[in-house]
């Protein structure tokens, strides 16, 4: 049987163990370098990323089929992927140089159409990088110590193409909304909240999930305007079947198996990515994890150069790399 083992250091981890910090493998100027942000990287990827769904759009009412319809659910799942990843980037502040085209534009434009939120995503992210692969990472249950069996990862992406993980996830969203369940993406239980009058959720709902409702509205009326408002269809199946599984597929990829330490050289993982894998479970360079979290300051667009820096120095070990996406579903399903 594999195992997925936690060393010693990883014990001393979670009772304080200092973290190895970019500093120590990077030059001041280096790390001065790679920290800048673009208002011009953002508007990139913003601007590329509907590019694609606008095309995808326009294929599936061009050649209405069930092939397109389903090749369009996994280019749309994938880029609905990339929508999160650049609500991620936002809240880092990494995405634009700007606050205001961070927090303002990049919700309502990236966040909202995947009922995402940048604020309260910011808030519940910001204990991940404090606390990675400790019992107080708040993302942990998306990142399981130990190895599955292949029928178990079977099980879950059945579950998430047929759609049963999809609707789970829709309903947790909508009771967090309704301020029933607290805020977490993290793959654990969220915590239980005071019951209030119905109306007080009411208005929490609308709060909380009325920007999405408006952002999927207008996605829904533009298609209309269109004259192809059928098309949302495909929107809609991708969003509680693909996106749900390349969302799993790159949660394992990151954190999944590794070492219980506060060393991000051993407690994060890079995967290389094929154009495939670019397009469906690692857009934007999301990808370069480890790179990532040894320091998050690093826009989407310059963790390619951190890494080729780091492999240059032999900083990463070979075990916190893997080949390919397929290579991980094997590692995490190894048991």
């Not at 280019?75 to 990494?94: F, I, P, Y």
């Not at 879950?156 to 909304?177: H, P």
């Not at 390349?246 to 154009?275: G, I, Y």
């Not at 310059?302 to 790399?321: H, K």
Request: positive net charge; hydrophobic residues 45%.
């Amino acid at each position: 049987m594999t195992t997925c083992t936690t060393s010693p250091s990883g014990e001393r981890g979670e009772r304080g163990e200092r973290r190895v910090r970019a500093s120590d493998v990077l030059s001041r100027d280096e790390i001065r370098a790679l920290t800048r942000t673009s208002n011009a990287g953002g508007a990139v990827a913003v601007a590329w990323t509907w590019l694609v769904i606008v095309a995808c759009f326009a294929a599936l009412a061009r050649w209405p089929h069930p092939i397109t319809f389903a090749a369009a659910v996994v280019v749309l799942g994938g880029r609905q992927l990339a929508l999160a990843v650049l609500m991620h980037e936002a809240a880092h502040g990494t995405l634009f140089r700007t606050r205001w085209w961070n927090d303002v534009f990049t919700d309502a434009v990236c966040a909202r159409p995947v009922l995402g939120d940048v604020a309260r995503y910011r808030k519940h992210h910001i204990g991940h990088h404090a606390f990675t692969g400790t019992p107080r990472d708040p993302d942990l249950g998306l990142a399981p110590t130990e190895p599955m069996t292949r029928a178990s990862l079977a099980r879950k992406i059945l579950r998430d193409l047929s759609g049963v993980s999809g609707a789970r996830r829709i309903v947790g969203l909508a009771l967090m909304d309704l301020e029933l369940l607290a805020y977490d993406v993290g793959g654990g239980v969220p915590a239980r909240l005071p019951r209030r009058s119905p109306l007080a959720h009411a208005r929490a709902f609308a709060k909380n999930a009325g920007p999405a409702l408006v952002a999927n509205a207008a996605l829904f009326s533009a298609l209309s305007a269109a004259h192809a408002a059928w098309t949302y269809a495909a929107w809609a199946v991708a969003y509680v079947t693909t996106y749900g599984l390349f969302l799993r597929v790159r949660s394992l990829a990151e954190h999944a198996c590794t070492e219980r330490t506060a060393d991000p050289f051993r407690n994060t993982r890079t995967t290389r990515a094929s154009f495939a894998a670019r397009m469906t479970v690692a857009p934007l360079h999301v990808n370069h994890h480890l790179e990532h979290h040894l320091l998050p300051t690093v826009p989407w667009f310059r963790l390619p150069a951190m890494g080729r820096l780091l492999a240059a120095r032999g900083a990463v070990p070979a075990s916190s790399v893997l080949p390919d996406y397929l290579a991980v579903l094997r590692f995490v399903s190894a048991r």
